[in-house]
C-alpha cells in the first residue's frame, strides 16, 4: 500500500512525464506509420456510462482527435450499466482487431471487481492496456452556506450525530462511494451514504441542502466551486489543478493511508496485434498533445498523461492491489 500511495501522490511527476514523452514523440508522430492492413473502417470506442459524464467527454475528446489522426471515423457508443461493467464487459468479448475499444477508468477496471461479485471480465487479462489519458483526484465539497469550513468540522459534527451526517455519490459502488467508506472508517464515525444516478442529481440535492457533503470527480465539481457556490473539504491527493490547487489533502486532514487517483484510460480487448496497439499508443500521443485536448483535460480539473502501454498495464496491475486491499478495509461490497 505505501508502494501505491507514493505511486498516485507523485502522479504530478508521472502526468509531467508523460507530457514530457509527447512532447519529444510530437516530432516523430506527425506522420504516423501505420500497419500495412489497418485502420480500413470505422473505430468505435465504447463509454460504460450515459452521455455527458465525465467519461463520456474524455471518449468524445480523444475520439475527435484519433478521427483526424487515422483518417478514419471514430464513433463513440454509450453502454452504461452496472456502475461501468455492462459496456466493459461487452468489449472484453470483442474481436481483437482494433477496432472496438473502451475508455475506462480506476473504479470499473481496479474498484468494481473487488467491490462486485461478478463483474464479468477480468480487467488485466481480458484488456490490453492502450494509454492512461488522465489523473485527477476525487474531491469532497459542501455548501458554501453550510457550516462545515473543513472536512474536520464536517466529520466532528458526524461524531456528535451518529448516523446523521450524510454524504452523496454519484452512485453505489463508484469510486466515491468506497472513499466515502474509508472516511468514515479512518475516522472512527458513522457517514450516511446517499447514492445518486449520477453527480448532477447529487449536486443538485447537495445545494438544496439534502445531503451535507459530496464526494465527486473534479470536472462535476468544478463550475459550482468555480461560481463560488461550493466549498472544497478536501482531495484525495495533492496532483491538483485549476480552483482546486493548493486544497488541503485527505492527509493534510488527519487522514493519513487513503489516497486515489481517479484515471480515465483506453483499452483493448486482449489478443488485439501488438502492431496495432502501438499504432494507436502513438496515435494517442499525438492527440494528448492538441492544445485543445489539454486545455479541457485541464478545465476539468485533470491532468493530461498519455502513458505507453506498458507503463499503463503496470499502473493497471498495482491498482487492482491496492483498491482489493482498500475494499476489504473499508468492508463495502455491491450486490
Same mark, same amino acid.
Given at each position: 500500500?505505501?508502494?501505491?500511495?507514493?505511486?498516485?501522490?507523485? &502522479?504530478?511527476?508521472?502526468?509531467?512525464?508523460?507530457?514530457?514523452?509527447?512532447?519529444?514523440?510530437?516530432?516523430?508522430?506527425?506522420?504516423?506509420?501505420?500497419?500495412?492492413?489497418?485502420?480500413?473502417?470505422?473505430?468505435?470506442?465504447?463509454?460504460? @456510462?450515459?452521455?455527458?459524464?465525465?467519461?463520456?467527454?474524455?471518449?468524445?475528446?480523444?475520439?475527435? =482527435?484519433?478521427?483526424?489522426? &487515422?483518417?478514419?471515423?471514430?464513433?463513440?457508443?454509450?453502454?452504461?450499466?452496472?456502475? !461501468?461493467?455492462?459496456?466493459?464487459?461487452?468489449?472484453?468479448?470483442?474481436?481483437?482487431?482494433?477496432?472496438?475499444?473502451?475508455? *475506462?477508468?480506476?473504479?470499473?477496471?481496479?474498484?468494481?471487481?473487488?467491490?462486485?461479485? %461478478?463483474?464479468?471480465? #477480468?480487467?488485466?487479462?481480458?484488456?490490453?492496456?492502450?494509454?492512461?489519458?488522465?489523473?485527477?483526484?476525487?474531491? +469532497?465539497?459542501?455548501?458554501?452556506?453550510?457550516?462545515?469550513?473543513?472536512?474536520?468540522?464536517? +466529520?466532528?459534527?458526524?461524531?456528535?450525530?451518529?448516523?446523521?451526517?450524510?454524504?452523496?455519490?454519484?452512485?453505489?459502488?463508484? /469510486? *466515491?462511494?468506497? /472513499? !466515502?467508506?474509508?472516511? *468514515?472508517?479512518?475516522?472512527?464515525?458513522? +457517514?450516511?451514504?446517499?447514492?445518486?444516478?449520477?453527480?448532477?442529481?447529487?449536486?443538485?440535492?447537495?445545494?438544496?441542502?439534502?445531503?451535507?457533503?459530496?464526494?465527486?470527480?473534479?470536472?462535476?465539481?468544478?463550475?459550482?466551486?468555480?461560481?463560488?457556490?461550493?466549498?472544497?473539504?478536501?482531495?484525495?491527493?495533492?496532483?491538483?489543478? !485549476?480552483?482546486?490547487?493548493?486544497?488541503?489533502? +485527505?492527509?493534510? *486532514?488527519?487522514?493519513?493511508?487513503?489516497?486515489?487517483?481517479?484515471?480515465?484510460?483506453? @483499452?483493448?480487448?486482449?489478443?488485439?496485434?501488438?502492431?496495432?496497439?502501438?499504432?494507436?499508443?502513438?496515435?494517442?500521443?499525438?492527440?494528448?498533445?492538441?492544445?485543445?485536448?489539454?486545455?479541457?483535460? %485541464?478545465?476539468? !480539473?485533470?491532468?493530461?498523461?498519455?502513458?505507453?502501454?506498458?507503463?499503463?498495464?503496470?499502473?493497471?496491475? =498495482? #491498482?487492482?492491489?491496492?483498491?482489493?486491499?482498500?475494499?476489504? &478495509?473499508?468492508?463495502?461490497?455491491?450486490?
Amino acid at each position: 500500500m505505501k508502494h501505491h500511495v507514493l505511486h498516485a501522490c507523485g &502522479t504530478a511527476a508521472l502526468a509531467m512525464a508523460g507530457l514530457a514523452w509527447g512532447a519529444s514523440a510530437l516530432a516523430q508522430t506527425q506522420t504516423l506509420k501505420a500497419p500495412a492492413d489497418y485502420p480500413r473502417q470505422a473505430i468505435t470506442v465504447v463509454s460504460p @456510462f450515459p452521455p455527458g459524464g465525465g467519461n463520456d467527454n474524455v471518449a468524445r475528446l480523444i475520439a475527435q =482527435e484519433l478521427g483526424a489522426i &487515422t483518417g478514419q471515423s471514430v464513433v463513440v457508443e454509450n453502454r452504461s450499466g452496472a456502475g !461501468g461493467n455492462v459496456g466493459t464487459a461487452q468489449v472484453s468479448r470483442a474481436k481483437p482487431d482494433g477496432y472496438t475499444l473502451v475508455m *475506462s477508468q480506476t473504479s470499473v477496471m481496479a474498484v468494481n471487481p473487488r467491490l462486485y461479485k %461478478n463483474v464479468g471480465f #477480468d480487467p488485466v487479462k481480458d484488456f490490453t492496456p492502450i494509454s492512461q489519458i488522465t489523473s485527477a483526484p476525487l474531491v +469532497l465539497v459542501a455548501r458554501t452556506e453550510s457550516p462545515y469550513k473543513t472536512l474536520g468540522d464536517y +466529520l466532528e459534527a458526524a461524531r456528535k450525530q451518529p448516523g446523521i451526517v450524510t454524504y452523496a455519490t454519484p452512485g453505489n459502488g463508484t /469510486m *466515491s462511494h468506497l /472513499m !466515502g467508506a474509508l472516511v *468514515s472508517k479512518k475516522a472512527g464515525v458513522n +457517514l450516511v451514504h446517499v447514492p445518486y444516478r449520477g453527480a448532477a442529481p447529487a449536486i443538485t440535492d447537495l445545494m438544496g441542502g439534502t445531503v451535507d457533503m459530496l464526494i465527486t470527480s473534479p470536472a462535476s465539481a468544478e463550475p459550482m466551486v468555480t461560481a463560488g457556490k461550493l466549498r472544497i473539504l478536501a482531495l484525495s491527493h495533492e496532483n491538483s489543478i !485549476g480552483v482546486f490547487k493548493g486544497a488541503p489533502t +485527505l492527509k493534510q *486532514s488527519g487522514l493519513d493511508g487513503i489516497t486515489a487517483d481517479d484515471w480515465y484510460g483506453l @483499452f483493448a480487448p486482449a489478443g488485439t496485434p501488438p502492431d496495432r496497439v502501438a499504432y494507436l499508443a502513438d496515435a494517442v500521443a499525438q492527440a494528448m498533445k492538441s492544445p485543445t485536448v489539454i486545455a479541457k483535460i %485541464n478545465s476539468g !480539473g485533470s491532468w493530461p498523461v498519455g502513458s505507453r502501454p506498458d507503463a499503463f498495464k503496470t499502473r493497471l496491475q =498495482e #491498482d487492482t492491489v491496492y483498491w482489493a486491499d482498500m475494499v476489504k &478495509t473499508a468492508g463495502v461490497s455491491v450486490d
